[in-house]
């Protein structure tokens, strides 16, 4: 099996996906990568919250990386599943557009709100943003990557049955720091990286952790050397940390603290009256598992947030397979991964993880064998080849099936699976790229999202009424047989050479009543009836239209209360309220009824623009009929050039992703409608 890691990921920031690759190697995948790092950590990616302005150029980086992602794809050999690395909530959607045929797996390990409410950014309209950014991420995923068990039941309940748990783990690098198992006194005790002399070059640090620490070994025992790596976030708790070892001040024991963040002034504020405290602001990537694996005891986490009673830390895996012994927070997690393997003590409690260290600095003998059994635990669950067993199962499975176009379960239909699904193989050509042929406004990419994913099962022909510049038309073409009517001359004139390039389908510069006696198993009617005085004649002419147990599928402009300049300016006589179209559809012939919204967040702003340019047109179109602005209205603000078309699909991939996850929100409305007299 072929897998391609792909994202911005960075694993000299967060090595999870490098430990999931190894893994898969060894169990016999052909790994390879996609990858174009964003070069911003957690922590500048939070910042960003904090100070919205500067998002368009996190905005402006992620296009870039995006189109080296692009390219580079383009050109390696099609994987048979695709893992996205940990942060690739936008990443993941790039994936599902690039790879449409194949499984997308998630590394989600813990949601972007968890992450800001520990980062204490937790404010109502950023958290409904990351829930959303969450949402669509999710959504877009075949399979997805959590680390615990409690993890896993915090997703969504829709979304746990695609999930798999994989732990943390550890790469190779650090195994391979580990010292080895000494059986007497002459082996040598790793000194520490970077350790002044006074910590690293004394007598006792000669002697191996195992003999120095039995009691059989002569002279006083060598300092315990304890180490503490990461972000200072609330989820570390290292003000905890920093108090316990105030506590400590005098003992025999020597801690190294690696790192920064919010947290770091408190924790090093708490610590003060400890002076046998080395402070290290940053150690490189490749150096860290050697500074780790020169210390007895590896510190965990003994925060008290949600997250933090939910997670095993990289530290806890990485320090086991250093041959470190383990002190961390006593958690329901931490406690299954670790057993007895580990010394575990409240959270929030520094005298608890005080006293720990004062126990193992006074018991060598307890030191030695945790120090074992952690070592062994990790070699034994933690490896890369372990940890990724139920994600190497779920693979071979995991391509996406046909499923029922009303299924709302994510990934329920991937239209470009099944645009040629209506049409026999022996008449299909190559389908042109539909974007550069009739590529589609903004706000008409969000709303074509959400029909494609409406239409109805069983038809074969359809009719579009006011098919405008034939956008929709061409694609609908290449799904069934397709006729569009469009009574402006212009827009049937772009429409009918755009139908022309897709190969198939017919439009005509006609309006309805000049069908004669044509039926069609689908009406389709993008936009058009706010445009029509009298929409309930319209329905009904429509209704006429259809074979018995036809369908009716319209998209119109969202709620009449927000009924503004651009309404006016391309001749809308109405927005509508979803109850009110049920009522007029119903009126009208239709029983069987489905609504739902589009255009949530990205169809607001694209409103507002509207609105801007229509108080500006008013006063020169202020002498135009209604009917000539309607006749003008395809023809407004319409994307001429495939390059526009093309940054529309890949620019609104995730705006289509996070609309899915909002259906009862948005500027439009899509509803489909059954005949009432169909008894199938």
């Not at 995991?398 to 176009?405: C, G, I, N």
């Not at 039926?519 to 993008?526: E, G, I, M």
Request: glycine share 8%; hydrophobic share 45%; with cysteine.
């Amino acid at each position: 099996m072929r897998v391609l890691l792909f994202g911005t990921y960075d694993t000299s920031m967060h090595p999870r996906v490098a430990t999931i690759a190894e893994g898969l190697r060894a169990r016999g995948a052909d790994v390879a990568e996609c990858n174009a790092p964003l070069g911003l950590d957690t922590a500048a990616r939070v910042n960003m919250l904090a100070h919205p302005w500067r998002a368009p150029a996190l905005l402006a980086r992620l296009a870039q990386r995006w189109t080296t992602l692009a390219v580079a794809a383009r050109r390696m050999p099609a994987p048979d599943a695709v893992v996205v690395g940990y942060l690739g909530h936008f990443d993941v959607h790039l994936a599902r557009a690039l790879f449409r045929r194949v499984p997308v797996v998630l590394d989600h390990l813990v949601g972007a709100s968890d992450t800001a409410r520990d980062r204490r950014l937790d404010g109502g309209p950023r958290q409904l943003l990351l829930r959303m950014i969450d949402s669509a991420a999710l959504l877009a995923a075949d399979i997805v990557v959590v680390d615990t068990d409690e993890h896993l039941a915090a997703l969504p309940a829709r979304h746990r049955a695609r999930a798999v748990v994989i732990p943390v783990g550890a790469p190779a690098a650090w195994y391979e720091a580990a010292p080895p198992v000494a059986s007497d006194a002459q082996a040598s005790d790793p000194s520490i990286p970077g350790d002044p002399p006074a910590l690293s070059d004394s007598p006792a640090a000669s002697d191996s952790p195992a003999a120095s620490d039995s009691p059989a070994a002569s002279g006083p025992p060598r300092p315990l050397r304890v180490v503490f790596y990461g972000l200072y976030t609330p989820l570390q708790g290292t003000p905890v940390i920093g108090a316990a070892l105030s506590r400590i001040a005098g003992a025999p024991i020597e801690v190294t603290m690696v790192g920064g963040g919010q947290d770091a002034p408190a924790a090093r504020a708490a610590a003060a009256a400890n002076p046998a405290v080395r402070w290290l602001d940053w150690v490189p990537a490749a150096d860290l598992p050697a500074l780790v694996a020169g210390h007895d005891v590896c510190l965990g986490i003994f925060g008290t947030g949600d997250k933090a009673l939910r997670v095993v830390p990289n530290k806890v895996f990485q320090g086991a397979a250093a041959g470190c012994a383990i002190v961390t927070s006593d958690t329901a997690p931490q406690r299954r991964a670790l057993g007895d393997a580990a010394v575990l003590v409240p959270p929030g409690d520094p005298e608890a993880l005080a006293e720990a260290l004062r126990r193992l600095a006074d018991d060598r003998t307890e030191l030695a064998r945790l120090r074992g059994q952690a070592r062994g635990l990790a070699r034994g669950q933690f490896a890369p080849e372990r940890i990724v067993a139920s994600l190497a199962g779920r693979l071979p499975a995991a391509t996406p099936p046909s499923r029922d176009p009303h299924d709302e379960s994510p990934r329920s239909r991937d239209p470009h699976d099944e645009e040629l699904a209506m049409i026999p193989d022996t008449q299909r050509g190559p389908a042109p790229d539909v974007d550069v042929v009739a590529p589609l406004t903004p706000n008409a990419s969000l709303r074509y999202d959400l029909v494609q994913r409406m239409l109805p099962a069983d038809v074969t022909d359809v009719l579009e009424v006011g098919c405008g510049q034939g956008a929709a038309g061409a694609r609908l073409a290449q799904r069934y047989r397709y006729l569009g009517v469009e009574p402006d001359r212009e827009s049937w004139e772009v429409a009918r050479r755009r139908i022309a390039a897709v190969g198939r389908g017919e439009v005509r510069n006609v309006t309805v009543d000049a069908l004669g006696d044509e039926r069609f198993d689908l009406v389709c009617a993008f936009e058009v009836l706010e445009h029509i005085e009298d929409d309930a004649a319209a329905v009904k002419e429509w209704a006429s239209r259809l074979r018995a147990g036809g369908w009716l599928l319209l998209s119109v402009p969202a709620y009449q209360r927000r009924y503004g300049p651009a309404d006016e300016l391309v001749g809308h006589f109405r927005r509508y309220d979803p109850d009110a179209l049920v009522t007029l559809l119903g009126s009208c012939g239709f029983g069987e009824t489905e609504v739902r919204h589009y255009g949530f967040p990205l169809g607001y702003a694209l409103e507002a623009g509207r609105n801007l340019i229509g108080r500006r047109r008013l006063t020169p179109a202020g002498g135009q009929t209604l009917a000539e602005r309607t006749a003008g209205s395809g023809r407004q603000l319409q994307p001429t050039t495939s390059v526009r078309g093309l940054a529309t699909r890949w620019g609104t991939v995730p705006f289509r992703a996070l609309q899915r996850a909002f259906p009862g929100n948005g500027t439009g409305i899509v509803v489909l409608a059954r005949l009432a007299d169909y008894r199938g």
